[in-house]
Protein backbone atom coordinates (compact mmCIF):
# COMPACT_ATOMS: atom_id res chain seq x y z
CA UNK A 1 0.00 0.00 0.00
CA UNK A 2 2.56 2.44 0.84
CA UNK A 3 6.22 2.21 -1.21
CA UNK A 4 8.90 3.52 -0.29
CA UNK A 5 12.30 4.43 -2.82
CA UNK A 6 15.51 5.14 -1.43
CA UNK A 7 18.36 6.67 -3.75
CA UNK A 8 21.53 8.84 -3.64
CA UNK A 9 23.73 6.52 -1.95
CA UNK A 10 27.14 5.80 -3.08
CA UNK A 11 31.00 5.83 -2.46
CA UNK A 12 32.54 8.94 -1.18
CA UNK A 13 35.74 10.05 0.45
CA UNK A 14 36.29 10.87 4.16
CA UNK A 15 35.07 14.47 4.70
CA UNK A 16 32.75 14.14 1.68
CA UNK A 17 29.12 14.79 1.39
CA UNK A 18 26.27 13.10 -0.33
CA UNK A 19 22.86 13.23 -0.33
CA UNK A 20 19.68 10.75 0.00
CA UNK A 21 15.85 11.17 -1.08
CA UNK A 22 12.99 9.19 -0.26
CA UNK A 23 9.91 9.25 -2.13
CA UNK A 24 6.57 7.35 -1.16
CA UNK A 25 4.34 5.95 -3.19
CA UNK A 26 0.65 5.16 -3.20
CA UNK A 27 -2.98 6.15 -1.94
CA UNK A 28 -1.44 8.39 0.69
CA UNK A 29 -3.54 11.15 2.21
CA UNK A 30 -0.66 11.86 4.73
CA UNK A 31 2.19 10.17 6.77
CA UNK A 32 3.32 11.93 10.34
CA UNK A 33 6.60 11.26 10.43
CA UNK A 34 9.63 10.28 7.92
CA UNK A 35 13.03 9.28 9.32
CA UNK A 36 16.19 7.54 8.34
CA UNK A 37 17.85 4.73 10.01
CA UNK A 38 20.94 2.66 9.30
CA UNK A 39 22.75 -0.24 10.19
CA UNK A 40 26.33 -1.31 9.75
CA UNK A 41 27.65 -5.01 9.51
CA UNK A 42 26.87 -6.93 12.24
CA UNK A 43 25.33 -3.78 14.38
CA UNK A 44 21.54 -2.92 15.30
CA UNK A 45 19.66 -0.51 12.73
CA UNK A 46 19.62 2.79 14.86
CA UNK A 47 18.04 5.63 14.03
CA UNK A 48 20.00 8.44 11.81
CA UNK A 49 17.38 11.26 11.83
CA UNK A 50 13.65 11.95 12.19
CA UNK A 51 11.47 14.84 10.97
CA UNK A 52 7.98 15.41 11.45
CA UNK A 53 5.01 16.73 9.17
CA UNK A 54 5.54 20.27 11.07
CA UNK A 55 9.23 20.13 10.08
CA UNK A 56 10.45 18.77 13.72
CA UNK A 57 13.60 17.23 13.81
CA UNK A 58 15.37 14.62 15.91
CA UNK A 59 19.12 13.36 15.07
CA UNK A 60 21.09 10.64 16.49
CA UNK A 61 23.99 12.61 18.59
CA UNK A 62 26.76 10.96 16.52
CA UNK A 63 25.19 13.12 13.14
CA UNK A 64 24.20 16.19 15.19
CA UNK A 65 26.22 19.42 12.72
CA UNK A 66 26.63 16.97 10.21
CA UNK A 67 23.46 15.59 8.84
CA UNK A 68 20.05 17.40 8.14
CA UNK A 69 16.76 16.26 7.38
CA UNK A 70 14.41 17.51 5.45
CA UNK A 71 11.08 16.80 3.78
CA UNK A 72 8.52 17.80 1.26
CA UNK A 73 5.03 17.03 1.98
CA UNK A 74 3.51 17.65 -0.78
CA UNK A 75 5.83 15.22 -2.87
CA UNK A 76 5.97 12.94 -0.13
CA UNK A 77 9.65 12.88 -0.20
CA UNK A 78 12.70 13.00 2.26
CA UNK A 79 16.02 14.01 1.89
CA UNK A 80 18.95 13.14 4.17
CA UNK A 81 22.03 15.56 3.76
CA UNK A 82 25.31 14.20 4.83
CA UNK A 83 27.90 16.11 5.19
CA UNK A 84 31.68 15.26 6.96
CA UNK A 85 31.43 12.13 5.93
CA UNK A 86 32.94 9.40 8.59
CA UNK A 87 34.33 5.50 7.66
CA UNK A 88 31.67 4.95 10.77
CA UNK A 89 29.06 6.52 8.57
CA UNK A 90 29.22 3.73 6.44
CA UNK A 91 26.11 1.49 7.13
CA UNK A 92 23.41 0.78 4.87
CA UNK A 93 20.72 3.75 5.32
CA UNK A 94 16.92 2.48 5.54
CA UNK A 95 13.51 5.38 5.20
CA UNK A 96 10.85 5.08 7.20
CA UNK A 97 7.50 6.35 7.01
CA UNK A 98 5.55 6.30 9.96
CA UNK A 99 1.79 7.17 11.32
CA UNK A 100 0.92 7.05 7.21
CA UNK A 101 -3.03 7.75 6.24
CA UNK A 102 -4.12 6.35 2.74
CA UNK A 103 -6.75 8.47 1.15
CA UNK A 104 -9.14 6.26 2.04
CA UNK A 105 -8.36 7.46 5.51
CA UNK A 106 -6.98 3.36 6.59
CA UNK A 107 -3.76 3.81 8.82
CA UNK A 108 -0.79 1.77 7.98
CA UNK A 109 1.68 0.50 10.09
CA UNK A 110 5.62 1.66 9.52
CA UNK A 111 6.77 1.26 6.23
CA UNK A 112 10.46 0.49 5.44
CA UNK A 113 12.40 1.48 1.71
CA UNK A 114 14.73 -1.46 0.42
CA UNK A 115 18.05 0.47 1.57
CA UNK A 116 21.23 2.32 -0.38
CA UNK A 117 24.47 1.56 0.78
CA UNK A 118 26.71 4.44 2.04
CA UNK A 119 30.51 3.50 1.94
CA UNK A 120 33.02 6.16 3.59
CA UNK A 121 36.53 5.29 2.32
CA UNK A 122 39.39 6.39 1.04
Known amino acids: QVHLVELGGGLVQP ?28 KPRELVAAITSG ?8 VKGRFTISRANARNTVYLQMN ?4 EDTAVYYCNANGVTLTTR ?17
Open 15 to 42: GGSLRLSCAASGSIFSIDAMAWYRQAPG
Open 55 to 62: NSTNYADS
Open 84 to 87: SLKP
Open 106 to 122: AKVAGSWGQGTQVTVSS
